[in-house]
Nanobody, 122 residues
Framework: VQLQASGGGLVQVGDSLQLSCAASGSSFSTYYMGWFRQSPGKAREFVAAITRIGGATYYGASVKGRGTISRDNAKNTVYLQVKTLSPEDTAVYYC????????????????WGQGTLVTVSS
C-alpha cells in the first residue's frame, strides 16, 4: 500500500484543517487507518484512527473533541479534520495503514505516507 497525504499548509490560529490521505491498491478496506503527527524535537504522537469500515474511531488526547477522522473506501481515502487550531498543532502529519491493535501505537502500522506539514500561525 502506498499512501499520499495532502492538505497541509499555513493556517491561522482558530482555523480548521482538512487533510486527505489517498491509498493505492485494492486492499484499502482491509486496513485500519491512522493519523500521527510529529513536531520538531518531539516524539511522533497519535492523532486519530479509524477501523476498516469506519465503525469505530479513536482519538489522541491532543485532538479529542476537536478532531474527526473519516474514510471513504470507494475512494481509497482517509480524512482528518481538526478544528480550533493552535500553534501547538504545528507538525508534520502522517497517515498510516495497519492491521493490528492497538490503533494508537505506531508499531501497529505497516505503511506510512510521506507526511504533510501544517503550520499554525498566530
Amino acid at each position: 500500500v502506498q499512501l499520499q497525504a495532502s492538505g497541509g499548509g499555513l493556517v491561522q490560529v482558530g482555523d480548521s484543517l482538512q487533510l486527505s490521505c489517498a491509498a493505492s491498491g485494492s486492499s484499502f478496506s482491509t486496513y485500519y487507518m491512522g493519523w500521527f503527527r510529529q513536531s520538531p524535537g518531539k516524539a511522533r504522537e497519535f492523532v486519530a484512527a479509524i477501523t476498516r469500515i469506519g465503525g469505530a474511531t479513536y482519538y489522541g488526547a491532543s485532538v479529542k473533541g476537536r478532531g474527526t477522522i473519516s474514510r471513504d473506501n470507494a475512494k481509497n481515502t482517509v480524512y482528518l479534520q481538526v478544528k480550533t487550531l493552535s500553534p501547538e498543532d504545528t507538525a508534520v502529519y502522517y497517515c498510516a495503514a495497519g492491521a493490528r491493535f492497538p490503533p494508537g501505537e505506531s508499531q501497529s502500522y505497516d505503511y506510512w505516507g510521506q507526511g504533510t506539514l501544517v503550520t499554525v500561525s498566530s
